[in-house]
């Protein structure tokens, strides 16, 4: 195991923890102290709140006041120092620099050198806390020297190897998502990029003449709705009884006008299409713009709804809603590649091709055929209706004769009329497309119906009135019909010659003339800088997926941010060292494997730990052999089988006596019938007489000196995690055997796992259901950042933005992010970032904080906590009733979002919410006697 348990670097906020003790060092290296402070001073803290928490050999105090004096350096300075001591240590010597109340000491005597210094990680993450660390120092000025023994219980929350693994997976997946081809279409987008997508004009555009009347292009147009005025002018002169009986038709040259539009379309057309090509590249030069107005091209100046300033500010803000709603980065990236290709301009010559769609060879071609002009319907019926007429009108009697035949000559006269004034025929006769309009079977059968009248009226002789009333209905008739016939025939031959068509055609051309001046001339620069600037974000974007996909773990992986968290691999880790669920220990994690799980005392938990129910002194596995440690795991499993406590060792009992060291004297033996124990009367707050049996607080209820009666007295181990004594009908151990030396003590503690520490509890949850999200929440945001200030460069070199080196910043928040994880399940907000509304510590680690409510409602409970030295000394403790300080302290995170009943009602109002972290728990402070601690300076130790 490694012997390194404090970070390099601290959590944001946190003390900066510095390790000064001698085995922390390479023994070769005489100035790694003196570089640990100067790493120390080196980390920012502001100037107010500058805390370091020190971790020191408690006999190099003394040696190391300078180091200690060089931490306020730069301004006031709080420091704790822990004071790791060895068991055979009855005084401490410490320097006025360590005094309150800028400073304070907590002595360590129990299991905390060699392999057992492993313990030391979760005791220096709680106390690095800031409100801890605050807490524990105000205490510590309150105890007589400064100086205390901590008794410890501690809860800590987390989540296991597998939920953790698998939230981060989750996590980035969510993030990054599968690769995705370049989405169909960009989706809703704002309304400044929305006008380089749908090729509309803008409304403040919509009112510019795009074609001067004085220019060639605009002089063309004009000829071309001149001669479609003309055109329908004279078609609606011609199709009616004008046109047809008066000069009106005859004057009019309706082909003329129809030829003329033709030319002119075609002629304005050309010079559309030589205008596209003419400016055809993707950005039209200042010289192609010159040319442009040459043909009567007018562009005027950027509108007001679009500027290239405000481009990429629009790509920010839409490339920001599509993160902030979740869509994967891959997914955004595929929308953005869809902006960036339709909004890059393809060159107006590309709209040749619409030109042609709009007003091809075909179309023209249309326009200038020569239609003929067909009247009068079918022949035979035409025939027959001139005979039924002819026949009304030859009823006459006797006139009849005359009468029928005239009226077929009428019929036929004014088919020859339309056929003369046909509208596809110029008066001079240059332009004529023919036609036909029945005048032959008119006069047929208007001769036959006529003479056939004439002898019906002859052999019927209808009355006078009715002769001639016949007449006139069959004249006005064939009046009529040959006007419908004419109407007819001119709306057929114009429909089918179309000059309406080459006006919709015109105005396609000018629309399409229009967009390329808007798109393709004007917003050509712009619609580049979108372009380049899309695509340059959706590369960043797939490059960040791409770093994360190949993210291996943290750089600094540790809750601290140390780059070899703890020694968990290297050369001082032990090989094949496992994970915090059983698995394959990996760099980054806690390595908590070492020591087993922990239960809970409180509600029944924790049946794979044995608690101890008879109760084993504090710290004698610290001075056992291997063999007391091969038996601690025995014992802990049977405690587990059994549902009972148990000793730690069998071997611990008849063991090394851990008073009959060195420089230790031997204490009474302890009898198998209950007799006295070591150290019990030295307990807190007990009655110092020796050898008698008060117990804590024996002389506020019974007076000093007395003892109390039947009831069942607690014992040194008070402050031990058990709540009752199940096994005090069994016998107490014997006294410890004689210890072993000193190289087969360390070979054997070398060789054996640490345990886990008593104090120590631990609850690991599958993950919580908010856990991904805040995860996911955290690296869109995060990812958000690291594009804000990639926007500047966008702005200013959308080419090479796409290029900029992003992997750095990505695995930055990828290893804060993952630190946090490690940390205490992303409770802490990133740095920078308000709490906000995140979710509190049940909903992200699936553990629910009854336990902790529980351990803080048990208000002082000695038996609750675990001092932090052995038996032997306890002689040491003040007795002084009332002076023990205590620190309770809960994460603000578990508290927090609680639903249901109030479970922290009834917990103290001296409980400190710590802003963050994973751990929870019980510090008590107790003080030493006065001739303990020795306050000297440093020239009576020689030191430097």
């Known amino acids: 195991m490694s012997p390194r348990v404090v970070p390099e670097q601290p959590a944001p906020g946190h003390a900066v923890c510095l390790d000064l003790r001698a085995e922390a060092y390479d023994p070769e290296d005489h100035h790694a102290a003196e570089d640990a402070v100067r790493r120390a001073l080196a980390v920012p803290q502001a100037a107010d709140e500058r805390r370091f928490l020190v971790v020191d050999d408690a006999d190099r105090l003394v040696g190391h006041q300078l180091l200690h004096e ?77 100086v205390a023994v901590p008794a410890v219980r501690i809860l800590e929350h987390d989540l296991s190897d597998e939920a953790r693994a ?93 030829e003329r539009l033709a030319g002119a379309l075609r002629e304005f057309r050309a010079t559309v299409d030589d205008a596209f090509a003419l400016a055809g590249g993707t950005r039209p030069t200042v010289e192609e713009r010159a040319l442009l107005a040459d043909r009567g091209i007018q562009l005027p100046e950027m509108p007001r709804e679009i500027t290239r300033t405000g481009i990429v500010p629009a790509l920010r803000d839409h490339t920001q809603e599509l993160i902030g709603r979740r869509l994967p980065l891959r997914s955004v990236a595929a929308r953005l590649a869809a902006l960036a ?98 005048s032959g079977p008119r006069l047929v059968g208007g001769l036959v119906g006529g003479c056939a009248g004439a002898a019906v009226g002859q052999a019927l002789g209808p009355p006078l009135w009715a002769a001639a009333t016949a007449l006139a209905v069959a004249v006005a008739a064939v009046v009529l019909l040959a006007l419908r016939d004419w109407t007819l025939g001119v709306d057929d031959w114009w429909e089918r010659a179309d000059p309406e068509d080459a006006g919709r055609a ?95 005392p409180l509600d029944g938990a924790g049946a794979d730990v044995a608690w101890p129910d008879q109760h084993a002194w504090p710290g004698a596995d610290a001075h056992a052999g291997a063999e007391a440690r091969s038996g601690a795991d025995a014992s802990r499993g049977d405690a587990a089988s059994s549902g009972h406590h148990s000793w730690r060792s069998a071997d611990a009992r008849s063991g090394p006596d851990p008073r009959s060291g060195p420089g230790m004297q031997p204490g009474p033996d302890v009898s198998q019938d209950g007799g006295t124990w070591p150290g019990r009367e030295v307990w807190p707050d007990a009655d110092p007489t020796p050898g008698g049996d008060a117990w804590p607080g024996a002389d506020a209820r019974h007076g000093p000196g007395t003892r109390p009666g039947p009831e069942p007295r607690p014992g040194p181990d008070a402050w031990q995690d058990g709540a009752a004594w199940p096994g005090a009908e069994e016998p107490r151990p014997s006294a410890p055997a004689a210890p072993a030396s000193a190289s087969t003590a360390a070979a054997a503690t070398a060789s054996a796992p640490a345990a ?58 990828l290893d804060e992010t993952r630190v946090r994880l490690e940390r205490d399940a992303a409770a802490s907000p990133p740095p920078g970032r308000e709490r906000g509304e995140r979710p509190d510590a049940a909903r992200l680690t699936g553990v629910a904080p009854d336990g902790v ?92």
């Open 853 to 944: 409510a529980r351990l803080l409602a048990a208000d002082d409970d000695t038996r609750l906590t675990v001092p932090l030295c052995g038996p032997e000394h306890l002689r040491l403790l003040s007795h002084e009733p009332g002076a023990v300080r205590r620190v309770r302290f809960v994460p603000e995170t578990m508290r927090r979002g609680t639903t249901g009943d109030d479970i922290w009602r009834g917990t103290a109002e001296d409980v400190v919410w710590t802003d963050a972290g994973r751990h929870a728990g019980v510090l008590r402070l107790v003080p030493l006697r006065a001739d303990v601690v020795h306050t000297v300076l440093a020239e009576e130790d020689g030191a430097p």
């Open 506 to 600: 015109l105005d396609e051309i000018h629309a399409l003339l229009v967009t390329a001046a808007v798109h393709d001339w004007l917003f050509a620069d712009v619609r580049h800088h979108c372009s380049d600037g899309a695509g340059a974000v959706a590369r960043l974007l797939r490059g960040l997926a791409k770093t994360a996909d190949a993210y291996a773990g943290p750089a600094v992986p540790d809750p601290y941010g140390n780059p070899d968290p703890y020694g968990t691999s290297g050369a001082g880790s032990p090989a094949g060292g496992t994970g915090r669920a059983g698995g394959t220990g990996r760099a980054g994690d806690w390595d908590w494997d070492d020591w087993s799980d922990g239960g809970d």
């Open 341 to 438: 290709a339709r909004s890059a301009p393809a060159g107006s010559a590309a709209r040749r091709a619409a030109l042609d769609a709009v007003c091809g060879p075909d179309r023209l071609a249309r326009l200038d055929a020569r239609y003929p002009f067909l009247a009068g319907g079918p022949r035979a019926f035409a025939a027959l209706v001139t005979g039924v007429l002819a026949l009304l009108a030859g009823l006459w009697p006797g006139a009849g004769w005359a009468f029928g035949p005239a009226v077929g000559l009428l019929a036929a006269a004014l088919a020859l009329l339309m056929l003369r004034r046909r509208p596809n025929r110029s008066p001079d006769g240059r332009l004529d497309g023919g036609g036909s309009t029945g």
């Open 70 to 146: 060089r931490l306020s350096s730069y301004g006031p300075a709080h420091v704790v120092c822990l004071a790791v001591g060895a068991p055979g240590e009855r005084n401490l010597r410490r320097t006025l620099t360590l005094r309150p109340p800028a400073a304070g000491v907590l002595w360590l005597l129990d299991g905390f050198r060699g392999p057992d210094a492993a313990a030391l990680r979760p005791l220096v993450e709680v106390l690095a806390t800031p409100e801890v660390f605050d807490a524990v120092l105000r205490a510590l000025g309150r105890v007589a020297g400064g």
């Open 166 to 258: 698998r939230a981060w997976r989750q996590a980035v997946e969510a993030l990054t998502g599968p690769d995705v081809p370049v989405a169909a279409t960009a989706g809703a987008v704002p309304g400044e990029l929305a006008l380089l997508l749908d090729e509309a004009v803008p409304g403040s555009l919509s009112g510019h003449d795009w074609l001067p009347a004085h220019g060639r292009a605009g002089s063309l147009l004009l000829a071309c709705r001149r001669a479609l005025d003309d055109a329908l002018d004279g078609y609606a002169r011609v199709r009616g009884p004008a046109g047809l009986l008066t000069r009106a038709g005859r004057d009019t040259d309706l082909p003329g006008d129809v």
């Open 756 to 813: 886990v520490p008593r104090w120590l509890e631990r609850r690991y949850g599958d993950g919580g259901p908010a856990l991904v999200d805040t995860l996911v929440t955290d690296l869109v945001e995060g990812v958000s950042a690291i594009l804000d200030g990639c926007w500047a460069g966008v702005e200013r070199d959308p080419g090479n933005a796409g290029r900029l080196p992003l992997d750095a910043p990505m695995t930055a928040l």
